[in-house]
């Protein structure tokens, strides 16, 4: 347990603020972007696309909590992203502060 304390935006932040998290992130915004494209150019053609479902299977299985009809449903890409990418940097976050602890004491992962 960390000896201070810290308020939820810093936790966040200490969190969502490395590259396995900001890579994840970035792969989200990528297929968000790719879901809107085709949505756009779905929309004119006439043609149905379910495309919108790789936004919400990259963000699974959080985003899966807020599978329902209409725009309400959207909520959850964000939120689902936001869940993941915080357990992906809690994770980094381990490994490499476990793997400094090693190296200062002298024991090597190598």
């Known amino acids: 347990m960390d000896k201070n304390p810290r308020s939820l935006p810093q936790a ?4 969502l603020v490395n590259p396995l998290a900001l890579g ?6 990528a297929v968000c972007v790719w879901v809107t494209i085709d949505a756009v150019s779905a929309s004119s053609s006439g043609d149905a696309s379910f495309a919108g479902l790789w936004a919400v299977l990259a963000t ?3 985003s899966m909590l807020f599978l329902v009809a209409g725009p309400v449903g959207v909520i959850g890409i964000p939120i689902g992203a936001i869940v993941q990418a915080t357990a ?7 490994i490499t502060e476990r793997r400094a602890r090693a190296t200062d004491v002298g024991v090597s992962n190598a």
Do not use: E, N
Not at 24 to 29: A, M
């Open 12 to 15: 966040l932040r200490h969190y």
């Open 88 to 94: 992906l940097g809690a994770l980094y976050r381990s």
């Open 24 to 29: 994840y992130l970035g792969i989200v915004l």
């Open 60 to 62: 699974a299985p959080t």
